[in-house]
């Protein structure tokens, strides 16, 4: 079959089917492997992660052991004071940085047209009206 003798519907037909069978095999392979994993793997930790099998350090006589449990921290965000001023400087402080370097490339933008407005542009325009007056 030559391409030649296909109507351009007939091409973009083609082409579409086969983009379909394409994306439709990347998907099957994708949901294959992932249905695989999860197969291995019911809800347990991944299975590549080895071990930690680090010696432990024998307990000395100078070592307290807690009789209780202690109080873990807790999950979520902190929120003292301290720490959250000292993150409201430092977000401030890269806002302000952010803000100064987008001016800079505003300024350097709109310097860059006027120039080319200005040495460009005008002459080329004044050019032209002298040559239609001159007619």
Known sequence: ???TQLGRRSVLVL???GELAVVGGLAA???HVWQQ???LNPGGPPVS???LSSPRPSPSATMTVPVGPT???TPGLRTDPAFLDQVTIDI???EVALEQLEWQIIHGAMDAVRAYIQKVVLPAVSR???EATSR
Do not use: G, K
Request: hydrophobic share 60%; charged share 20%; aromatic share 4%.
């Open 71 to 73: 109080a873990a921290p």
């Open 29 to 31: 392979v994708a949901w």
């Open 1 to 3: 079959m030559d391409a």
């Open 15 to 17: 082409l579409v089917a």
């Open 92 to 94: 401030n402080r890269e």
């Open 49 to 51: 992660m080895p071990a």
């Open 128 to 130: 032209a009206q002298r």
């Open 37 to 39: 994993d999860q197969a």
